[in-house]
């Protein structure tokens, strides 16, 4: 009876063994789709009420020609994963950031060439002026949201004026900094029709000390010796190298 018994229950624990195999194993989508890249990276861009519409349209342009630049593509083609993740924000007053081109990944020139496409095509969305620390808290939470796990987490940040508004920017420089985020920040400082008040030396000084942040963290200037295009080809250039480790390319 007893060896009975026992044969019985070999047999139970086997059928629920096979039948547990048998179950289908349920993986949570956002782990499923994890996609490890060399680079997460916000380009927040200023949108705010001192940038006209034909500014809006060139600053535009001289991130989709950085992107899809042959040398910058090679360096990420150079990385460990050969790919990076970028997204394209506009932000201006405190309540006004928003997603003009989601997270796209970018490994070669038809994935560059796409993003710049849809970034041309966005409309305007941006109202308000320069709060600049929650453009940072912005790009920080779609970074900690979405489904890319880089090895260099930036945010680029680029505007003609200091931080107005919002929460102090020094507060959200330090926060994303503190969760290993790097702040770069590109200044425009010859555009008519920024706001007044503060000279150039104020200005980059300004970002030097409560904006940027992290490693390797920069300020790049654009003047009336540099065209937009020219400058965020130069930034994205040594943005891209240095996160990657490749600045010995350069």
């Known amino acids: 009876m007893v060896t009975g018994y026992a044969s019985s229950l070999r047999f139970l624990l086997l059928g629920l063994i096979l039948a547990a195999l048998s ?5 949570p989508t956002a782990l499923a789709q994890q996609m490890d890249v060399d680079l997460e990276l916000v380009l927040a861009a200023d949108g705010s009420g001192s940038i006209d519409d034909g500014e809006l349209a060139l600053q535009r342009d001289g991130y989709a020609e950085a992107i899809a630049d042959p040398e910058i593509l090679t360096l990420i083609q150079g990385g460990l994963t050969g790919r990076i993740a970028v997204a394209y924000v506009e932000w201006g007053g405190p309540f006004s950031q ?9 490994d ?16 305007r969305q941006a109202t308000g002026y320069n709060s600049i620390s929650n453009a940072i808290d912005y790009s920080v939470t779609m970074m900690e949201t979405n489904r890319y796990d880089g090895l260099r987490r930036i945010v680029d940040v680029s505007a003609d004026g200091p931080n ?3 929460r102090p920017i020094t507060a959200a420089r330090d926060e994303a900094v503190s969760k290993g985020v790097t702040i770069n920040a590109l200044l425009v400082l010859h555009r008519e029709g920024g706001l007044p008040g503060w000279d ?7 970002y030097e000390r409560d ?9 790049m200037t654009v003047n009336e010796n540099r065209t937009f295009a020219e400058a965020v ?8 190298a240095r996160a990657l480790g490749l600045e010995d390319r350069l």
């Open 98 to 106: 928003h997603t003009i081109v989601d997270w796209t990944v970018i």
């Open 164 to 166: 107005i508004g919002g």
């Open 23 to 27: 179950w289908p194993i349920h993986v």
């Open 211 to 219: 904006v940027i942040g992290g490693f390797g963290a920069f300020v």
């Open 108 to 123: 070669g020139a038809e994935s560059a060439a796409a993003f710049g496409r849809s970034l041309r095509a966005a409309p």
């Open 200 to 206: 150039p030396e104020e200005l980059v000084g300004h």
């Open 233 to 240: 080809r130069a930034k994205m250039i040594l943005e891209v």
